[in-house]
C-alpha cells in the first residue's frame, strides 16, 4: 500500500524530469529548469516526522507553504482523537515521500491517493498541527470537554489597531502547516488531510504561500519580501537550542503539562499596499524600514547584518533609524528582549475583484513559548507606530496551540487527548 | 469638462496668480480648480511661491473646517438628527483635503478621524465616524454630546497647529500622492464611512485635494518635465470626469451603489494618475 521505497521514486524524478513532469506539471514547473540540479536534490530530501518537536518549525524553512485552518465538524471527542491518528499516520507517510494509500488499486473504488505528487519525492515536506482556543471551547460551548485544559498562553488576541480582519480567512478549531520545497507536494498533503477528515472537519480557509520570507537557520541566505526587502535578518534560527529553548519551546515548567516540548503559533495574513509601495520614493522606502534596499544593511550600517544603532543620531539631530522604522520597532531591544522565530511566506491571490489592485502581501507566521509575551506585544507596538502601516494591512489571523512531537506508534495530540 | 457640483467647489481651492501666492479663493461651479491656475512663467517659479500658495490653501481649508464642524456638532448636540446627517459628510470635505497635513500632528488625526478598526482594544472611539456610526447605525445622537464638542476641540487645534506646519515642495508633492493613497487604502472600498457611505465625498475631497498640491507646485514642474505635466493634468482631469455620473444633488450617490466594476475603474484611474504624480518629488528637490 505505501508502493515502493522513496528512492524509486528519487530515480524517477532523477532519471528525468520529463517523467515527473508528466505526472506534475504544475509541481516541477515552479522550479523550471534553470533550477533543476538543486529542485532534484531538494525533492529527495526527508524531514523526519516523528521527535520531541514537531517538524516545520525548527526546519530550515522550505520554499513553499499550503497553510489550512479547519472548522470541526464532529462534536464526539473520540472521533476527533481517531482524526488525530488517523493525521498522524498520513504525515508520517507524505513526509517520507511516501502516498497515503494505493493511486492505481481497485478499478471501481475512488484511488486511496489522489496521487498529484506521486513522484514528486518527499521534498522536505513537514506537517505541523495545532489547537484554537476554539477546540477549548473559546467563546463557544465546550463541545469536547477540553476548557479546563485550555493554555493561558492560549489567550484569544486583543484587536490591534487598524486591523481589518476577515473572520472568512481567520481563525479555526485545527491548523494544519503544510511546508516544502514543492508547491504541489504541500498542497497534496492538505488536500489529502482534508480528504481524510472529511465530515469530521471541514477547511475553515487556507493560504498557499511562496518565498519563504525569513531564514531560519544560519546557513539560509535572508530572502526578500514583495516590498523587494530582505526580511528576517535578525530571525531566530532553528539550530540555536539555547534560543529556541528560551524563547519558542513550552518548558517543561510552563504550564500546561501536555504543551511541553510545543510552541504557539500567529498567522496573520497581511495584505500589502502594493501600488502605493510601488510609487513610494526609496528614501521613504528604506526609512520605513530602516535598512538599506539593495544590501539590507540597516541604516547604521554598510552590511546586511551590522548591528543596529538605535542611538545613532544623524547630523539633522534625528534618529539615523527614525523613530517609526519597522525595525526599530520589532527590535528585541525595543521589546524588552522578545524574540519570535518568523517563518512567513509571500503570497498572490490574484487581484482585490473590488479595487482591481494586486492581493497579495505576507502570509506572517510565528512560532513563541507564550504570545502573550511574544506577538502580542510587539504587534501593539507596531500597529500603534510603524511606518509600515501605510503600506500594509493586517485582515486575516489565527493563533494555535502546536502540542509537542510524537514517536513511532504515537499521535500528534496524545498529550491532550490521552 | 463637465461642470463640478457646487459643493466640491465649496472646499477651498487656489489660484495661482503671476507666480503670487495670493491666496484667492474658490470658486465657480464652472472653474475647476486645476483650470483656474494660471501657472507662472517658469522662470519666476520659485519653492516659495508653491509653499506660500499650498500653505494659503491648507489654512482656508482648516479655517471650512471648523466653521462646517461646529454647525455639525450644533445639530448633534441638538438631537437634530436628519440635519446632523446631512452637515456630517460636507463636514469632512475640508479635512480630507488636506489630511496628510493633519497626520503629521501626532494623535489629532486618530482622534478626528479613526475608524472603529483603528482603535485598539482598551482604546476609545472618538471624532467623525464615532458620531457616524451612532447617526446611521442607531439612528441616534445619544450619548454623542462630549464626542461631538470633544471633535470641534480637536479641529480648532488642527487649525491653530497648520499654521506652524513645516513645508517645501517635496512634502506638498508626496502629500498629493499620500492623499491618492487613502483613496486606494479605504474609500474605493467603502470602509472609510461604512454606516453613512458617504465615501464619494471624501473621494473626491482626496483628489480635489491632491490636485491642489499639484497645482501649488505644478509651476516647478513644468518647464522640467513639462510631459509630466500634461499626463498628471490629464490624470486629474479623467478621475473627476469618472466621478460625474456618480453625483446626485449637492453630493453624491451612496458607496453602496457602485458594482465592483465602477470601483475598479476609479481605483484604476487613480493608480494611473498617482503613479507619475510620485515622480514629481524628485523634480522639485533638483529645482531647490
Same mark, same amino acid.
Given at each position: +500500500?505505501?508502493?515502493?521505497?522513496?528512492i524509486?521514486?528519487?530515480?524517477?524524478?532523477a532519471?528525468?524530469?520529463?517523467?515527473?513532469?508528466?505526472?506534475?506539471? /504544475?509541481?516541477?514547473?515552479?522550479?523550471?529548469?534553470?533550477?533543476?540540479?538543486?529542485?532534484v536534490?531538494?525533492?529527495?530530501?526527508?524531514?523526519p516526522?516523528?521527535?520531541?518537536?514537531q517538524a516545520?518549525?525548527?526546519?530550515?524553512?522550505q520554499?513553499?507553504?499550503?497553510?489550512?485552518?479547519?472548522?470541526?465538524?464532529?462534536?464526539?471527542r473520540?472521533?476527533?482523537?481517531v482524526?488525530?491518528?488517523?493525521w498522524?499516520?498520513?504525515a508520517?507517510? +507524505?513526509?517520507?515521500?511516501?502516498?497515503?494509500?494505493n493511486?492505481?488499486?481497485?478499478?471501481?473504488?475512488p484511488?486511496?491517493?489522489?496521487?498529484? $505528487?506521486?513522484?514528486?519525492?518527499?521534498?522536505?515536506?513537514?506537517?505541523?498541527?495545532?489547537?484554537g482556543?476554539?477546540?477549548?471551547?473559546?467563546?463557544?460551548?465546550?463541545?469536547?470537554?477540553?476548557?479546563?485544559q485550555?493554555? $493561558?498562553?492560549?489567550?484569544?488576541?486583543?484587536?490591534?489597531?487598524?486591523?481589518?480582519?476577515?473572520?472568512?480567512?481567520?481563525?479555526g478549531?485545527l491548523?494544519?502547516?503544510?511546508?516544502?520545497?514543492?508547491p504541489q507536494?504541500?498542497?497534496h498533503?492538505?488536500r489529502?488531510?482534508?480528504?481524510?477528515?472529511?465530515?469530521?472537519?471541514?477547511?475553515?480557509?487556507?493560504?498557499? *504561500?511562496?518565498?519563504?520570507?525569513?531564514?531560519?537557520?544560519?546557513?539560509?541566505v535572508?530572502?526578500?519580501?514583495l516590498?523587494?526587502?530582505?526580511?528576517?535578518?535578525?530571525?531566530?534560527?532553528?539550530?540555536?537550542?539555547?534560543? +529556541?529553548?528560551?524563547?519558542?519551546?513550552?518548558?517543561?515548567?510552563?504550564?500546561?503539562a501536555? +504543551?511541553?516540548?510545543g510552541?504557539?503559533?500567529?498567522?496573520?495574513?497581511?495584505?500589502?499596499?502594493?501600488?502605493?509601495?510601488?510609487?513610494a520614493?526609496?528614501?521613504?522606502?528604506?526609512?520605513?524600514i530602516g535598512?538599506?534596499?539593495?544590501?539590507?544593511?540597516?541604516?547604521?550600517?554598510?552590511a546586511?547584518?551590522?548591528?543596529?544603532?538605535?542611538?545613532?543620531v544623524?547630523?539633522?539631530?534625528?534618529?539615523?533609524?527614525?523613530?517609526?522604522?519597522?525595525i526599530?520597532?520589532?527590535a528585541?531591544?525595543?521589546? *524588552?528582549g522578545?524574540?519570535?522565530l518568523?517563518r512567513?511566506?509571500?503570497?498572490t491571490?490574484?487581484?482585490? /475583484?473590488?479595487?482591481g489592485?494586486?492581493?497579495?502581501?505576507?502570509?506572517?507566521?510565528?512560532f513563541?513559548?507564550?504570545?502573550r509575551?511574544?506577538?502580542?506585544?510587539?504587534?501593539t507596538?507596531?500597529?500603534?507606530?510603524?511606518?509600515?502601516?501605510?503600506?500594509i494591512?493586517?485582515?486575516?489571523?489565527?493563533?494555535?496551540?502546536?502540542?509537542?512531537?510524537?514517536a $513511532?506508534?504515537?499521535?500528534?495530540?496524545?498529550?491532550?487527548?490521552? | 469638462?463637465?461642470?463640478?457640483?457646487?459643493?466640491?467647489?465649496?472646499?477651498?481651492?487656489?489660484?495661482?496668480?503671476?507666480?503670487?501666492?495670493?491666496?484667492?479663493?474658490?470658486?465657480?461651479p464652472?472653474?475647476?480648480?486645476?483650470e483656474?491656475?494660471?501657472?507662472?512663467?517658469?522662470?519666476q517659479?520659485?519653492?516659495?511661491?508653491?509653499?506660500?500658495?499650498?500653505r494659503?490653501?491648507?489654512?482656508?481649508?482648516?479655517?471650512?473646517?471648523v466653521?462646517?464642524?461646529?454647525?455639525? %456638532?450644533?445639530?448633534?448636540?441638538?438631537?437634530?438628527?436628519?440635519?446632523?446627517?446631512?452637515?456630517?459628510?460636507?463636514a469632512?470635505?475640508?479635512?480630507?483635503?488636506?489630511?496628510p497635513?493633519?497626520?503629521?500632528?501626532?494623535?489629532?488625526d486618530?482622534?478626528?478621524?479613526?475608524?472603529?478598526?483603528?482603535v485598539? %482594544?482598551?482604546?476609545?472611539?472618538?471624532?467623525?465616524?464615532?458620531?457616524?456610526?451612532?447617526?446611521?447605525s442607531?439612528?441616534?445622537?445619544?450619548?454623542?454630546?462630549?464626542?461631538?464638542?470633544?471633535?470641534?476641540?480637536?479641529?480648532?487645534?488642527?487649525?491653530?497647529?497648520?499654521?506652524?506646519?513645516?513645508?517645501d515642495p517635496?512634502?506638498?508633492?508626496?502629500g498629493?500622492?499620500?492623499?491618492?493613497?487613502?483613496?486606494?487604502?479605504?474609500?474605493?472600498?467603502?470602509e472609510?464611512?461604512?454606516?453613512s457611505?458617504?465615501?464619494?465625498?471624501?473621494?473626491?475631497?482626496?483628489?480635489i485635494?491632491?490636485?491642489?498640491?499639484w497645482?501649488?507646485?505644478k509651476?516647478?514642474?513644468?518647464?522640467?518635465?513639462?510631459?509630466?505635466?500634461?499626463?498628471i493634468?490629464?490624470?486629474?482631469?479623467?478621475?473627476?470626469?469618472?466621478?460625474q455620473?456618480?453625483?446626485?444633488?449637492?453630493?453624491?450617490?451612496?458607496f453602496?451603489?457602485?458594482?465592483?466594476?465602477?470601483?475598479?475603474?476609479?481605483?484604476?484611474?487613480?493608480?494611473?494618475?498617482?503613479?507619475?504624480?510620485?515622480?514629481?518629488?524628485?523634480?522639485?528637490?533638483? %529645482?531647490?
Amino acid at each position: +500500500m505505501t508502493g515502493g521505497p522513496a528512492i524509486s521514486r528519487r530515480r524517477l524524478l532523477a532519471g528525468g524530469l520529463a517523467a515527473g513532469a508528466g505526472l506534475a506539471v /504544475g509541481g516541477l514547473g515552479g522550479y523550471g529548469f534553470a533550477r533543476e540540479s538543486q529542485a532534484v536534490d531538494l525533492q529527495a530530501v526527508v524531514e523526519p516526522f516523528y521527535g520531541p518537536h514537531q517538524a516545520g518549525i525548527a526546519t530550515a524553512a522550505q520554499a513553499r507553504i499550503q497553510f489550512a485552518a479547519f472548522n470541526v465538524l464532529t462534536s464526539r471527542r473520540d472521533e476527533l482523537r481517531v482524526l488525530l491518528r488517523s493525521w498522524t499516520s498520513a504525515a508520517a507517510l +507524505m513526509t517520507a515521500g511516501e502516498p497515503v494509500g494505493n493511486p492505481a488499486g481497485d478499478p471501481n473504488a475512488p484511488p486511496s491517493d489522489t496521487g498529484e $505528487a506521486l513522484g514528486l519525492g518527499p521534498a522536505r515536506l513537514t506537517l505541523t498541527f495545532g489547537f484554537g482556543p476554539s477546540l477549548f471551547g473559546g467563546s463557544g460551548p465546550d463541545r469536547f470537554g477540553l476548557a479546563a485544559q485550555r493554555p $493561558a498562553a492560549l489567550a484569544d488576541l486583543p484587536q490591534f489597531a487598524h486591523d481589518e480582519l476577515d473572520p472568512t480567512v481567520s481563525n479555526g478549531d485545527l491548523c494544519v502547516q503544510a511546508c516544502a520545497e514543492d508547491p504541489q507536494v504541500a498542497f497534496h498533503a492538505i488536500r489529502e488531510l482534508a480528504r481524510i477528515g472529511r465530515g469530521t472537519v471541514a477547511v475553515r480557509w487556507s493560504q498557499l *504561500g511562496f518565498g519563504r520570507t525569513s531564514s531560519t537557520t544560519a546557513a539560509q541566505v535572508t530572502p526578500r519580501n514583495l516590498q523587494g526587502f530582505l526580511d528576517g535578518t535578525n530571525n531566530v534560527h532553528g539550530d540555536d537550542e539555547p534560543t +529556541m529553548d528560551a524563547s519558542v519551546w513550552v518548558a517543561p515548567s510552563d504550564d500546561p503539562a501536555w +504543551m511541553a516540548g510545543g510552541t504557539y503559533l500567529v498567522s496573520r495574513r497581511i495584505r500589502m499596499r502594493i501600488e502605493a509601495w510601488d510609487r513610494a520614493s526609496l528614501g521613504d522606502q528604506e526609512a520605513t524600514i530602516g535598512r538599506d534596499k539593495q544590501t539590507g544593511a540597516p541604516l547604521t550600517g554598510s552590511a546586511e547584518h551590522d548591528t543596529v544603532d538605535l542611538t545613532r543620531v544623524g547630523a539633522d539631530g534625528k534618529p539615523v533609524i527614525p523613530l517609526s522604522a519597522h525595525i526599530r520597532l520589532a527590535a528585541p531591544a525595543t521589546n *524588552g528582549g522578545i524574540r519570535i522565530l518568523r517563518r512567513g511566506y509571500s503570497f498572490t491571490d490574484g487581484i482585490d /475583484g473590488q479595487t482591481g489592485q494586486l492581493n497579495g502581501g505576507l502570509f506572517f507566521v510565528c512560532f513563541q513559548r507564550d504570545p502573550r509575551t511574544g506577538f502580542v506585544p510587539i504587534q501593539t507596538r507596531l500597529a500603534a507606530s510603524d511606518a509600515l502601516n501605510e503600506y500594509i494591512v493586517h485582515v486575516g489571523s489565527g493563533l494555535f496551540a502546536v502540542p509537542p512531537g510524537t514517536a $513511532a506508534g504515537g499521535y500528534v495530540g496524545e498529550t491532550l487527548f490521552g | 469638462m463637465t461642470p463640478r457640483r457646487p459643493l466640491a467647489l465649496a472646499i477651498a481651492v487656489v489660484a495661482l496668480v503671476g507666480g503670487c501666492a495670493g491666496p484667492a479663493v474658490t470658486g465657480a461651479p464652472s472653474n475647476p480648480p486645476v483650470e483656474q491656475s494660471t501657472a507662472p512663467e517658469a522662470s519666476q517659479a520659485t519653492a516659495a511661491d508653491s509653499v506660500a500658495t499650498y500653505r494659503a490653501y491648507i489654512e482656508m481649508n482648516t479655517d471650512l473646517l471648523v466653521t462646517r464642524t461646529k454647525a455639525f %456638532a450644533a445639530a448633534v448636540e441638538a438631537g437634530k438628527l436628519a440635519e446632523a446627517k446631512t452637515l456630517y459628510a460636507p463636514a469632512r470635505e475640508p479635512y480630507e483635503a488636506i489630511e496628510p497635513v493633519a497626520e503629521t500632528f501626532g494623535d489629532l488625526d486618530p482622534e478626528i478621524d479613526s475608524r472603529i478598526n483603528d482603535v485598539p %482594544a482598551g482604546g476609545t472611539f472618538t471624532g467623525f465616524h464615532r458620531i457616524e456610526e451612532a447617526l446611521w447605525s442607531k439612528n441616534s445622537t445619544a450619548g454623542m454630546t462630549p464626542i461631538a464638542r470633544k471633535l470641534v476641540t480637536d479641529v480648532t487645534q488642527l487649525q491653530a497647529l497648520v499654521k506652524t506646519v513645516d513645508l517645501d515642495p517635496a512634502t506638498i508633492a508626496n502629500g498629493a500622492v499620500g492623499l491618492l493613497n487613502e483613496v486606494s487604502a479605504s474609500k474605493i472600498t467603502g470602509e472609510e464611512d461604512r454606516y453613512s457611505h458617504t465615501d464619494l465625498w471624501d473621494l473626491e475631497a482626496n483628489v480635489i485635494g491632491a490636485q491642489a498640491a499639484w497645482t501649488a507646485i505644478k509651476p516647478l514642474v513644468v518647464s522640467r518635465a513639462p510631459d509630466l505635466a500634461t499626463t498628471i493634468d490629464q490624470g486629474f482631469s479623467a478621475v473627476l470626469d469618472a466621478l460625474q455620473p456618480f453625483q446626485k444633488g449637492d453630493g453624491y450617490v451612496l458607496f453602496t451603489t457602485l458594482t465592483p466594476t465602477d470601483t475598479q475603474t476609479l481605483s484604476q484611474l487613480i493608480d494611473a494618475l498617482a503613479d507619475p504624480l510620485s515622480q514629481v518629488a524628485a523634480i522639485v528637490v533638483t %529645482a531647490q
